[in-house]
């Protein structure tokens, strides 16, 4: 038994979920909003996961059947980027908002989280407020482009491993 509550607290570790939440929490005068609400909101590790696993296939499906209209660029652009929100909130139950939103922060993905947050509002004010298809399309192109750039910020070397990949592919010499 106690092996197997050391593998849970070892995998708590890993996703980065606090092993005793109730000591992590500052004294009352230094807490901050995210403290605060982490505080209100703590859930269990089997609730974190349901929400996690909720949060993500509400996302996916969003995203899935934004596919569905594709040929209405408005509708397929508000569906896409409501799924990614949804699925990127996610994450947010395995390791909470505050940490979630320091990770995005951090100086390694600081412009990743840039650009995919900016082709966000992007591909939105050009669905719901420009009504352009094409815009709508280029916007959702490069909302596409900064969550794959983003998530590669995750994985160690993965985005200079992706950009040799594609440095070695298109360097052509005339």
Same mark, same amino acid.
């Given at each position: 038994m106690?092996?197997?509550r ?5 995998a708590k570790m890993?996703v980065g979920?606090e ?11 230094e807490?901050?909003?995210f403290d ?6 703590a ?7 349901y929400? %996690? ?9 969003c !995203?899935f /059947? +934004?596919?569905?209209?594709? =040929?209405?660029?408005v509708?397929?652009?508000v569906?896409?980027?409501l799924?990614?929100?949804?699925a990127?909130g996610s994450?947010?139950?395995l390791?909470g908002?505050k940490?979630?939103?320091?990770m995005?922060l951090?100086?390694?993905r600081?412009?990743a989280t ?8 992007i591909?939105? %004010?050009c669905?719901l407020?420009?009504?352009s298809k094409l815009? !709508?399309? /280029? +916007?959702i192109?490069?909302? =596409?482009?900064?969550l ?15 950009s040799?990949?594609?440095?070695s592919?298109?360097?052509?010499e005339?």
């Open positions: 106690d092996t197997m050391g593998a849970l607290e070892r890993l979920m092993v005793d939440e109730e000591s992590a929490l500052p004294p009352p005068e807490q901050s909003f605060d609400v982490t505080r209100h909101c859930l269990t590790t089997t609730q974190r996961l929400g %996690f696993a909720i949060c993500l296939a509400a996302g996916l499906t !995203t /059947l +934004a596919m569905l209209v594709f =040929f209405n660029p509708k397929f652009g569906t896409f980027t799924g990614n929100l949804m990127l994450t947010a139950f390791i908002p940490r979630q939103f320091d995005m951090d100086s390694v600081i412009y840039a650009v995919y947050i900016a082709s966000i509002i591909a939105l %004010f669905a407020y420009v009504h815009l !709508t399309l /280029l +916007a192109v490069l909302e =596409f482009g900064a794959v750039w983003y998530s590669l910020s995750y994985i160690p070397f993965a985005r200079s491993v992706v040799r990949v594609m440095t592919c298109f360097d052509t005339f």
